[in-house]
Structures are given as C-alpha cells and as structure tokens.
C-alpha cells in the first residue's frame, strides 16, 4: 500500500517502512507544514539524546522538505535507538514514494539501505552469543 487517502478532505498519505534490530516504524508522509511527530510526541521528546533526533529526521534535513510535509510515525519494538534508526529508513523511503525523483541522492548518501546487523543468538553450551560458562581446569 503506498498511498493512502485520508478519512478528511481526501489528502494523500504516503507510507513508508523502516526496521532497524527488532524496531518497526510506519511513517505517513503528506503535503503540509512541517509537523513532525512520532507516537504523539514532537521527535525532541521522543529521541532524548541529539543523536537518535539527528538520525531520525536527516532525510527530511537532506532533502530540504522539513516545512513542506507533514510526518506521523508510529514506532514500536525495540529501544529508542532502533527505532531513530528505524524511522529514518521508513521516511526515506515515504520521501521516495512522496517524489520519485529523490531516489538516487538518497540511495548514494545510504538512507536506502538497510542495517542488517542483528542480535546474535545465544548457543547451547554457553553463556550467552560469544560468553561461555567459567573454564576450571583442576
């Protein structure tokens, strides 16, 4: 589903999808004033730390459209930090479907790829992914 119209005065919604470890965030993007929230709160309450506020709204910095949309996001799983990261994968990717013509300037400063790093399992036999039980030799 990549746009959707709103229940009010027909304004298209555009979705975007971003994960980062166990974080998923949906981002609604639409023609606007620049409002930005996440999970109802504004992003310098939401993402405490400047990092994770930084990480979550660069593409919109990048692209020069923070007055132009407007941005809902509901983030869930996870940390916080997963879920900056999450986020700002799902508006690049809201960004691209807002204006097609941003897909090469995203993709070659790297808010189209995906994070892949995960938690490493736990294996049988030790403590946790890399930590073993303590070794007693005598």
Do not use: C
């Not at 930090?81 to 993709?107: D, H, T, Y």
């Not at 995906?114 to 303590?134: C, I, P, V, W």
């Amino acid at each position: 589903m990549s746009a959707m119209a709103a229940p009010l005065g027909g304004v298209k919604w555009f979705l975007g999808t971003g994960r980062r470890k166990e974080s998923v965030a949906r981002v609604f993007l639409r023609p606007g004033t620049g409002k930005f929230t996440v999970n109802g709160k504004t992003p310098e309450v939401y993402f405490p730390n400047h990092a994770w506020k930084h990480a979550a709204t660069e593409p919109l910095k990048f692209t020069s459209l923070q007055d132009q949309v407007d941005v809902v996001v509901t983030a869930n799983g996870g940390g916080v930090g997963g879920q900056s990261g999450a986020v700002r994968m799902g508006l690049s990717r809201a960004l691209i479907k807002f204006n097609p013509e941003l897909q090469p300037a995203l993709r070659k400063n790297g808010f189209l790829t995906r994070d892949s790093r995960m938690k490493e399992r736990k294996k049988y036999g030790q403590k946790g992914a890399r930590k073993r039980f303590q070794f007693t030799k005598r």
